[in-house]
């Protein structure tokens, strides 16, 4: 190239490249999380913040989706989130319902708030095409309801970050916390015997204050029946997420059911 250009002249070395007049700079939104950065740490980037900025998804972020390495390992959404995150957060420390509001808003500022998914009718049994409308969905927020935690005997414990809830049967009282995508991720006992005590001590922090991962998991494994199903009936109130639910008319029966929003793979890649 140096050869080249000593042949051409000055002239020739001295060309600049033509004006572009195009941007590539991506647009940005602002999202508003279920959770408010109520329940993260003081030194989390989204403690305290009521949104985050993310930006707009482009073929780079395609590229994630499609890749099948990325799939196999489960590695999809947090190298996305990763991606379109515009503050410097690891976005497996982001809570469950913070990362579902970043991915449907991702979904509708890429491909429109119509996603056309795959139902069946749980009148006629017959299944059909139906159009959900993402910009329908709603914030669940119980968790900031004064009433609703005081009627439940719940409250929060800000230097733990964790919700303190008085069980009905035994009165113990368990420290809730939130779960991250890392929470998520973490391995489940395999046993289907477990199922009810691998999800609840994904949950449990501490009883009576006391934060011994043994003495919790043994409390869990043998939580009075009564105690669990109430603490199983109340974990999605507290847990601030977006409503994926809405109605759904079945066009053969015109059965009417609220149905929730299927997240498959459609999701990220409509028709």
């Given amino acids: 190239m140096r050869n080249n250009q000593d042949r051409l002249g000055p002239a020739a070395a001295a060309a600049q490249p033509a004006p572009s007049n195009l941007n590539f700079v991506v647009p940005t939104e602002f999202v ?41 390992k489960g590695l999809v959404i947090d190298r996305l989130l990763e991606n379109i995150l515009v503050c410097d957060s690891d976005p497996t420390t982001l809570l469950v319902g913070d990362r579902s509001a970043l991915m449907v808003a991702a979904r509708i500022s890429s491909y429109s708030s119509v996603y056309k998914a795959h139902v069946v009718c749980n009148e006629c049994t017959k299944e059909q095409d139906y159009n959900f409308d993402l910009r329908k ?8 309801d004064k009433t609703f935690l005081s009627e439940n005997k719940i409250s929060f414990n800000n230097e733990k970050s964790v919700f303190e809830i008085s069980l009905p049967k035994s009165k113990v009282v368990l420290g809730i916390k939130l779960l991250t995508g890392q929470d998520e991720k973490d391995p489940t006992d395999s046993d289907d015997k477990k199922i009810v005590t691998s999800l609840l001590s994904k949950f449990a922090f501490s009883v009576n204050g006391d934060e011994d991962t043994l003495l919790v998991s043994q409390f869990v494994d043998n939580m009075l029946a009564a105690d669990s199903r109430y603490l199983r009936a109340i974990l999605g109130d507290i847990t601030p997420s977006i409503d994926l639910k809405q109605e759904f008319v079945c066009k053969h029966c015109g059965n009417s059911e609220d149905k929730e929003v299927p997240l498959t793979a459609e999701f990220f890649w409509p028709e």
């Fill in 32 to 72: 508003e999380l279920p959770s408010r950065g109520r329940f993260y740490p003081k030194e989390h980037p989204l403690h305290n913040q009521e949104t985050v900025e993310i930006k707009f998804m482009t073929a780079k972020e395609e590229d994630i989706l499609a890749s099948v390495t990325l799939i196999k």
């Fill in 137 to 144: 969905t709603n914030l669940q927020q119980k968790c900031f």
